[in-house]
């Protein structure tokens, strides 16, 4: 069932048409991410999806209501991490928590997402004594505060560590799991591919593209790689060059090169057992979302 429905969004801000007929829909109990590059119109999208910002045109129902019109309502049942989030450097965690615990009727007890969200042992810490992933840590918290159906989080793990990032990640999935559809914005490849089950990929104020990750990579016509060192005499030209999907084959010293399409690569590995050709260092250049992006927009973020 789709919790929320964008259809035919825009946006401008003067003579700057940022946002030009965005239209998708999320199901519940989703991850869906809306990726692109910076400027492409992300934030934007979400910020008029959250009641933040007002839209020109199109229409929005995220829960059934209009964010425009029904912001008292709406607000009760989402949360929101902006991409651009900051508290007060002194301010403590559980203060912080007890504060955004006063905006709504029902809110969740904060002392449980201490716990949940390893900040108990820095409930008296202030805000700008964390590390970059605890402060994370309680911005997912605050978004839960309020008991929400839905959470939008924006650019979360810009700025963090690998391992900060991924922590992140996990959480991110508890969230999934507990029963909070989430909206992730993002402009990271790998983040998408590790979270999303959906994606919609937008550039300049579009949707070029909704599908799920893997989805829009089976999508793409480009050929790809397979690359392989040979230990014994052969000739790969004669072996490789005229199985299905193949498109050349390139020989440098004992070093060889097979671009392709489609799942040629494993045409060729079995041609190589048959004939028992020894080979080592074997890599496949795999399709990646990048090259999906790219494909579609004509630019690598």
Same mark, same amino acid.
């Given at each position: 069932?789709?919790?929320?429905?964008?259809?035919?969004?825009?946006?401008?801000?003067? !003579?700057?048409?940022?946002?030009?007929?965005?239209?998708?829909?999320?199901?519940?109990?989703? /991850?869906?991410?809306?990726?692109?590059?910076?400027?492409?119109?992300?934030?934007?999208? *979400?910020?008029?999806?959250?009641?933040?910002?007002?839209?020109?045109?199109? @229409?929005?129902?995220?829960?059934?209501?209009?964010?425009?019109?029904?912001?008292?309502?709406?607000?009760?049942?989402?949360?929101?991490?902006?991409?651009?989030?900051?508290?007060?450097?002194? /301010?403590?965690?559980?203060?912080?928590?007890?504060?955004?615990?006063?905006?709504?009727?029902?809110?969740?007890?904060?002392?449980?997402?201490?716990? !949940?969200?390893?900040?108990?042992?820095?409930?008296?810490?202030?805000?700008?004594?964390?590390?970059?992933?605890?402060?994370? %840590?309680?911005?997912?918290?605050?978004?839960?505060?309020?008991?929400?159906?839905?959470?939008?989080?924006?650019?979360? +793990? @810009?700025?963090?560590?690998?391992?900060?990032?991924?922590?992140?990640?996990?959480?991110?999935?508890?969230?999934?799991?507990?029963?909070?559809?989430?909206?992730?914005?993002?402009?990271?490849?790998?983040?998408?591919?590790?979270?999303?089950?959906?994606?919609?990929?937008?550039?300049?104020? %579009?949707? *070029?593209?909704?599908?799920?990750?893997?989805?829009?990579?089976?999508?793409?016509?480009?050929?790809?790689?397979?690359?392989?060192?040979?230990?014994?005499?052969?000739?790969?030209?004669?072996?490789?060059?005229?199985?299905?999907?193949?498109?050349?084959?390139?020989? +440098?010293?004992?070093?060889?090169?097979?671009?392709?399409?489609?799942?040629?690569? @494993?045409?060729?590995?079995?041609?190589?057992?048959?004939?028992?050709?020894?080979?080592?260092?074997?890599?496949?250049?795999?399709?990646?979302?990048?090259?999906?992006?790219?494909?579609? @927009?004509?630019?690598?973020?």
């Amino acid at each position: 069932m789709a919790i929320i429905e964008v259809t035919d969004l825009r946006k401008s801000y003067g !003579q700057l048409s940022v946002l030009e007929g965005v239209s998708f829909s999320v199901a519940e109990g989703e /991850i869906f991410g809306i990726l692109g590059p910076n400027g492409a119109g992300k934030t934007t999208t *979400v910020e008029c999806v959250e009641g933040l910002r007002k839209p020109d045109g199109g @229409t929005i129902r995220v829960l059934g209501l209009d964010p425009a019109t029904d912001g008292r309502a709406l607000r009760e049942q989402v949360g929101v991490q902006l991409q651009h989030t900051q508290l007060p450097d002194t /301010i403590k965690v559980w203060e912080a928590l007890d504060l955004y615990a006063a905006f709504y009727s029902r809110p969740r007890d904060w002392r449980e997402l201490l716990e !949940q969200w390893g900040l108990a042992d820095k409930r008296n810490a202030r805000f700008g004594k964390l590390s970059g992933g605890q402060k994370q %840590r309680l911005f997912i918290a605050l978004a839960l505060i309020g008991n929400p159906r839905v959470a939008f989080l924006d650019e979360l +793990t @810009t700025g963090l560590d690998p391992q900060a990032r991924r922590t992140t990640w996990e959480l991110i999935k508890q969230v999934r799991d507990s029963g909070v559809t989430v909206v992730l914005v993002s402009h990271f490849m790998d983040e998408v591919e590790e979270l999303c089950d959906r994606v919609a990929v937008v550039d300049r104020g %579009r949707v *070029v593209a909704l599908d799920t990750p893997a989805g829009l990579v089976d999508g793409l016509d480009a050929a790809h790689e397979i690359r392989f060192t040979l230990m014994a005499a052969c000739d790969p030209v004669a072996l490789l060059a005229d199985l299905p999907g193949v498109a050349e084959v390139t020989v +440098t010293a004992d070093r060889v090169v097979v671009s392709g399409r489609g799942d040629f690569a @494993t045409a060729v590995t079995a041609q190589l057992a048959r004939h028992h050709v020894l080979v080592s260092d074997l890599r496949i250049d795999k399709r990646t979302l990048d090259d999906a992006f790219v494909a579609l @927009t004509g630019r690598s973020l």
